[in-house]
């Protein structure tokens, strides 16, 4: 070998010969075997290697901060791993067609987790974080699995410098609330990111003081950022934020104005709801409809935008923003003690055009004010035809009227629309339902999905019901699914293959519910 190294002289006619290739050697020398050449360069790496001063060590970072939360049991852990890597359970023998999706599975053990106060394995936060930058759904609730020892890793590490965002002056932790002088130097001079977290931690404590603290710089701030400060008081929204909002109202912002006058109009006790109670019933009652005639000043101060939408009329537009705004008691005592189902049952004399306009506003009322009274007048019987509907026909807008009924009486409307209008209308409806689908809410999806494969539809029709039944519904109904499933039998009609691939699709489902069933039992304290 010494003959070998010799022959290549120094590192640089080494390195020239690896490029030009044994046989090509500049100068004439003569030509060595690429064995040679190996051997050559194993010599000089440790002559270059053992040449090397030491540098001088970087210091080592702090400890990781200790996690006082308990792991989860040892199967838990597995299983994380597993949803984590993307794996099926199940060997390779079956369909692709009929295996879990192991994705949309993840965020149900987190959040299930979560609920039982676990920290994440030591091992997989670094997959957690990688989780959690791939998919911005899953970061609340992974960042909260991996806690501290998530955030001290993502200091070390530039691609998960996601998870400091939201932490203050990149320690990726917010100030104690009651720390009125750390709260004040964040609020100053923290990224916009960080004071939005602190302004939310600050409401969830004390409402009040998180109006307070955003009067302080409230007039300095840029128009974009007001608006979405001014949005965060959604939560806790309360008559103590009334002072705040109305002076809001002269913000020199468009939407800034609009955004205070729809959070004063959620207050019926409001200034402004009482404003806009008086200009509504001036339109509105027994007699008929007489939309506002103009949108004069104090209309504009209150909130209302003066320019339709193309398409819309200006008279009908002011009149739903009025009477989307008033308090919805105001009618009762306008309609001579009627209530809200009569109230909606009334003929409008003027024709169909203000009957849609009116009852359309009083839908955004109900959802704006939570009324659940209101909702269900609105919302009418779930057996009735969705064109016959006392309120709205929408689908959206019904879904956002159910969010204001109790979640029991929620599932049940949403079971009995089901069973006489079948699923092909219920999508937007179930996303609004409590997780998990039981009882009768369960028993509907069920059996409207096998309705629908006797009638020889393809599951694909189905497709956004199968996933959310997926994520959804009450694993106790895997075994009448499975009863489902062995019911399937090929048909000799037109339908060709649609037998086979609802086989599929409900064993997939089966197997989907069983796979969280057995999730959740696995994360069960023992």
């Keep these: 070998m010494g003959k070998d190294v ?38 000089h790496t440790v002559r270059r290697r053992a040449g090397l001063r030491p540098a001088q060590a970087r210091p080592l970072p702090a400890p990781a901060p200790r996690d006082p939360r308990p792991a989860p049991p040892a199967a838990a852990r597995q299983r994380l791993a597993q949803l984590l890597a993307g794996r099926t359970g199940a060997g390779g023998g079956g369909r692709r067609g009929a295996a879990p999706d192991l994705t949309e599975l993840l965020p149900q053990w987190l959040a299930a987790a979560g609920r039982h106060g676990y920290r994440s394995p030591a091992a997989l936060v670094p ?6 930058r791939a998919r911005t759904d899953l970061r609340p609730q992974a960042l909260a699995l991996a806690g501290p020892r998530g955030l001290w890793l993502a200091r070390l590490n530039p691609d998960w410098r996601f998870a400091l965002r939201g932490g203050a002056g990149g320690s990726g932790e917010l100030p104690d609330v ?62 103590g934020d009334e002072p705040f909002l109305e002076a809001a109202l002269g913000d020199r912002s468009r939407n800034v104005r609009a955004t205070a006058a729809e959070l004063l109009s959620a207050l019926p006790g ?30 504009l101060r209150d909130g209302v935008v003066r320019n339709p939408p193309a398409g819309r009329g200006e008279r009908a537009w002011w009149l739903g923003q009025l009477v989307e705004s008033a308090p919805l008691s105001c009618w009762r005592e306008r309609f001579g003690g009627l209530g809200p189902a009569e109230i909606v049952a009334l003929p409008v004399a003027e024709g169909d055009s203000w009957r849609e306009e009116l009852h359309a506003a009083w839908c955004r009322a109900a959802v704006r004010q939570r009324d659940a009274g209101w909702s269900r007048a609105l919302l009418g019987a779930a057996s009735s035809p969705p064109a016959a509907g006392p309120g709205t026909a929408s689908l959206a807008e019904r879904a956002k009227l159910l969010e204001t009924l109790p979640d029991g009486e929620r599932a049940e409307w949403v079971a009995q629309f089901i069973r006489a209008h079948g699923l092909s209308e219920a ?24 309705s629908a494969r006797e009638a020889g539809s393809y599951p694909w029709s189905f497709s956004g019901v199968m996933g959310l039944a997926e994520r959804c519904l009450d694993p106790a109904e895997a075994g009448r699914l499975e009863a489902a499933a062995a019911g399937v039998e090929e048909p000799g009609d037109s339908a060709g293959g649609a037998a086979a691939y609802w086989a599929e699709a409900f064993q997939r489902l089966v197997a989907t519910l069983r796979l969280r069933e057995a999730m959740l039992t696995e994360l069960t304290p023992t």
Excluded: I, K
């Design 6 to 43: 010799e022959q290549y002289g120094d590192w640089e006619e080494l390195v020239g010969a690896a490029l030009l290739g044994t046989d090509r050697r500049r100068g004439g020398g003569p030509a060595g075997s690429p064995e040679a050449l190996l051997d050559a360069a194993a010599v």
């Design 127 to 132: 997959a957690l974080l990688d989780a959690a």
């Design 178 to 239: 009651t720390d009125r002088a750390g709260v004040e130097r964040l609020w100053q001079e923290g990224l916009f990111a960080e004071r939005v977290a602190l302004l939310g931690a600050v409401r969830a404590h004390e409402a009040a003081a998180a109006v307070r603290l955003l009067a302080t710089t409230w007039a300095t701030e840029r128009a974009e950022d007001r608006l979405m400060f001014l949005d965060s008081l959604r939560v806790g929204l309360s008559e």
């Design 270 to 299: 409001s200034a402004l709801a009482t404003r806009m109670a008086e200009r509504a019933v001036a339109c509105v009652g027994p007699e008929g409809v007489n939309p506002p005639a103009e949108c004069d000043a104090g209309m």
């Design 427 to 450: 999508f937007q409806l179930l996303g609004v339902c409590v997780v998990p689908w039981a009882g009768a809410l369960g028993r509907a999806v069920v059996d409207a999905l096998d």
